[in-house]
C-alpha cells in the first residue's frame, strides 16, 4: 500500500527529469532506477514512521489501526500522505504548463525541429499519465483523510462499525484496475489524436499548389 502511496511522487520526479533533460531523456539510462529508487525510499520511510512504536513480540495487530489506544504516529504519517499527494499534484500541473509555455516559445521562435520533437513527446506523456496521476492522487487523498477521520474518531465508533469503515476503505484492487484502464484509454486517445494532427498537418491542397505554381510562372 505505502508503495502505491509513494506512485504519485515519483511519477512527477520523473517528469521533472523529463523536463529538465528534454534533450537527452530518450537516451538516458538511468533516470529510470533514480525514480524507482525514490520510491522505494518514500514507501519504506513512510512505512518506518507507522510501525515505530510497533513491538513485534508476543501479540501482534495485524493492522495498526486495528490498536485500541489512539495512533498518533499513525495519524502523522496519514496526513503527511495528503501533503505529499498534494505537492505532488500540484508539482505535475505546474511542470505541464511548463511545457506546454516551452512548447509555444519554440514555435514563435522558430526553435529546431528535434527540440520541438522532444518536448512534444514530454507533453505526450504529460498527457497520458495527466488522468492516472490526478485518479491516483484522488485516491490516495481521500483514503488517508477517510482512514485519519476514522482513527480519530474512533471513539464514537463501535468495534464492529470501525472495522467496517477501515476494512471498507480499502480498494486498492478496485483502484488499480481503474488505473490500468485509464492509462490505456489515454495512452490510445492520445496516439489517436496525435496521428490525425499529423495528418492534417501534411495534408496538401493540390489546387494551391498549383495555384502558386500558375503565380510562379505567370
Not at 497520458?128 to 487523498?141: D, E, G, T, Y
Not at 489524436?193 to 495555384?211: A, C, M, P
Request: hydrophobic residues 45%.
Amino acid at each position: 500500500m505505502w508503495f502505491c502511496v509513494s506512485t504519485t511522487p515519483a511519477l512527477t520526479l520523473e517528469r521533472f527529469l523529463a523536463t529538465k533533460r528534454t534533450c537527452t531523456y530518450q537516451k538516458d539510462k538511468y533516470s529510470w532506477s533514480l525514480v524507482m529508487l525514490f520510491q522505494l525510499l518514500l514507501a519504506l520511510l513512510l512505512l518506518a514512521f507507522v510501525y515505530a512504536k510497533q513491538s513485534f513480540g508476543g501479540t501482534t495487530l495485524y493492522c495498526m489501526a486495528a490498536s485500541s489506544s489512539l495512533p498518533f504516529h499513525v495519524l502523522a504519517v496519514l496526513a503527511l500522505t495528503i501533503i505529499i499527494q498534494l505537492v505532488s499534484l500540484g508539482c505535475y500541473r505546474y511542470l505541464l504548463k511548463k511545457n506546454e509555455k516551452l512548447r509555444e516559445k519554440l514555435q514563435q521562435d522558430g526553435g529546431d525541429l528535434i527540440r520541438k520533437y522532444q518536448v512534444e513527446e514530454t507533453l505526450r506523456a504529460f498527457r497520458i499519465l495527466k488522468i492516472p496521476v490526478h485518479l491516483m492522487a484522488v485516491f490516495q487523498f481521500f483514503y488517508s483523510l477517510n482512514s485519519f477521520c476514522v482513527l480519530y474518531f474512533n471513539s464514537y465508533f463501535s468495534r464492529p462499525v470501525y472495522f467496517l469503515l477501515m476494512e471498507g476503505n480499502i480498494y486498492l484492487p478496485e483502484y488499480t484496475l481503474a488505473f490500468i484502464i485509464t492509462f490505456i484509454r489515454m495512452e490510445k486517445e492520445v496516439r489517436e489524436i496525435s496521428s490525425k494532427g499529423l495528418r492534417k498537418s501534411i495534408e496538401i491542397d493540390t489546387d494551391v499548389y498549383f495555384e502558386n505554381i500558375k503565380k510562379d510562372w505567370s
